[in-house]
């Protein structure tokens, strides 16, 4: 059964970084797309990333602006968010989530209830 399991979250202060990292165990990185989601309290889920491995694509929500960066290290299934240059809005819970029969795009990345399997998330706070 596949399990994303999310790591690397905490507390930073505005402007700084964070790594986070999503181990998928019982399954291969093959046709799958693995996306990021967050959500504040009192406030809807949105996709922060998604990528499709054997596809090559990724794609982020407009709110990025370029400081995080999706990457996969295939050896070892895990899928990286890195995210600099935090602020104060980007304090959330941080799911990672698989879906098996989308490719990574902005369809996919703007509805994250497509998502079939998530993991438990990962809190991560921007305060000073």
């Known amino acids: 059964q596949v399990r994303p399991v999310e790591s690397g979250g905490g507390l930073v202060q505005p402007g700084g970084s964070l790594r986070l990292a999503c181990a998928i165990s019982g399954a291969t990185l093959n046709r799958v797309t693995i996306g990021w989601i967050r959500q504040a309290p009192g406030k809807e889920r949105e996709g922060v990333s998604c990528i499709s491995p054997s596809y090559g694509s990724t794609d982020y929500g407009d709110f990025v602006k370029g400081r995080f960066t999706i990457s996969v290290d295939p050896t070892n299934l895990i899928v990286y968010l890195q995210m600099n240059n935090l602020e104060p809005g980007d304090s959330a819970v941080y799911y990672c989530?698989?879906?098996?029969?989308?490719?990574?795009?902005?369809?996919?990345?703007?509805?994250?209830?497509?998502?079939?399997?998530w993991g438990q998330g990962t809190q991560v706070t921007v305060s000073s």
């Open positions: 989530a698989v879906d098996w029969s989308s490719i990574c795009g902005p369809g996919l990345n703007r509805n994250p209830g497509l998502f079939d399997t």
